[in-house]
C-alpha cells in the first residue's frame, strides 16, 4: 500500500486556526508486510525510524502496526509552516483507514495535533475549514498559484503562539472579523479580486515578526495578489496569477530562500 498526503498551509491571513489549503509538495508512506521504519528525504536524520515516528504513531491509533514495514518519504520542509507534521499524520489515518470518513479521521487525528486546520487540508486535498472537530471543503481549487517563499531558518508553532497578545483592541478584531467573512466568500467563490481584499490580518500576522511578508506586500510581485504568513511561518506564501514571473522575480529578491510555485491541488490522502 503506498499513500500520499500533501503540504498544507492554514491560516490564509484572517483564518486563524480554521482555513488551510493543500499544496502541490507530497510525502509518501509505504506500507509492506515485514517490521521496521524507513526515512527517505528531507530531514530523514532528523525523523524518528521507530515506532515513535509521527505517521506510524496515527496509523496505530486505527490499526495495528505489528508485522508492517513503513518506508516515509518526506518531502515537505521540516518546522517551515507547511504543514509537515499535518502530513505525516494524514499518511497514517489515511493508511490506516483506507476512503475513510474525512471528519472521524480528523477527530482521531487531534489526539496528536492540537488544531485541525492543516490536518483537514492534508485529510480532503482542496480549500478547507474546520471548527470545533468538524471539516468542510469549500472548494477543490482556486484560479490563483502559490509560490512559497522559504527561509532556512526554522520556526516552532508553540514559540510562536506564545508571542499572541491575550487580547485584542475592538477595532482590530472587528476588522479581522470582517476579513475572515470575506476570505470565505473568496476562497468558495473562487474571486481573486475578494481575496486580495481578505488578506489583511490583525490577529496573528502582526505578532509574528516577518521582513519578508512585509517586504513583499510593499512590493508585490507581477501577478500577485497578496500575500499571507504560511501557517505560523515564517514560509511566506505569495498568491498569484503569474507564478513563472512570480518565481523569477522573487529568486532575483531572495536568492538564499528556497522558492516552490505550488498548485493548490484538490486531493489529500484520502484521495
Known amino acids: 500500500m503506498i499513500v ?7 491560516n490564509l491571513g484572517p483564518g486563524f486556526d ?7 509538495l507530497w510525502n509518501e508512506l509505504e506500507i509492506t508486510e515485514g517490521e521496521g521504519v524507513v526515512i527517505e528525504g528531507a530531514g530523514a536524520v532528523e525523523l524518528a525510524a521507530d515506532h ?14 505489528a508485522g508492517k514495514r513503513f518506508r516515509f518519504v518526506n518531502r515537505v520542509p521540516l518546522g517551515r509552516g507547511l504543514g509537515s507534521s499535518a502530513a505525516a499524520i494524514a499518511l497514517g489515518l489515511a493508511a490506516a483507514r483506507p476512503g475513510g470518513d474525512p471528519q472521524e479521521l480528523l477527530v482521531a487525528g487531534l489526539e496528536l495535533e492540537s488544531h485541525g486546520d492543516n490536518l483537514a487540508a492534508a485529510l480532503m486535498g482542496g480549500v478547507t475549514l474546520t471548527w470545533d472537530s468538524r471539516i468542510e471543503r469549500i472548494a477543490e481549487t482556486l484560479p490563483l498559484q502559490l509560490v512559497a517563499v522559504i527561509p532556512s531558518e526554522r520556526t516552532s508553532t508553540a514559540a510562536s503562539r506564545q ?12 476588522h479581522t472579523a470582517g476579513r475572515a467573512a ?3 466568500a473568496a476562497l468558495a467563490s473562487g474571486r481573486a479580486d475578494l481575496l486580495a481584499e481578505a488578506l489583511d490580518d490583525r490577529l496573528h500576522e502582526p505578532y509574528r515578526p516577518s521582513p519578508a511578508l512585509t517586504a513583499i506586500r510593499a512590493e508585490l510581485p507581477c501577478g500577485a495578489v497578496g500575500a499571507t504568513l504560511s501557517g505560523s511561518g515564517p514560509t511566506v506564501l505569495v498568491w498569484t496569477r503569474d507564478a513563472t514571473g512570480c518565481v523569477a522575480e522573487l529568486n532575483t529578491r531572495y536568492p538564499d530562500h528556497e522558492i516552490l510555485a505550488l498548485d493548490i491541488v484538490p486531493r489529500g490522502a484520502l484521495g
Do not use: I, K, M, Q
Open 4 to 10: 500520499r498526503a500533501p503540504a498544507t498551509s492554514a
Open 18 to 24: 480554521c482555513a488551510a489549503v493543500a499544496l502541490s
Open 52 to 65: 515513535t515516528n509521527l505517521a506510524v504513531r496515527a496509523y496505530a491509533l486505527l490499526a495495528d502496526p
Open 163 to 174: 508571542r499572541l497578545p491575550e487580547t485584542l483592541s475592538h477595532r482590530d478584531a472587528a
Open 182 to 184: 470575506l476570505l470565505g
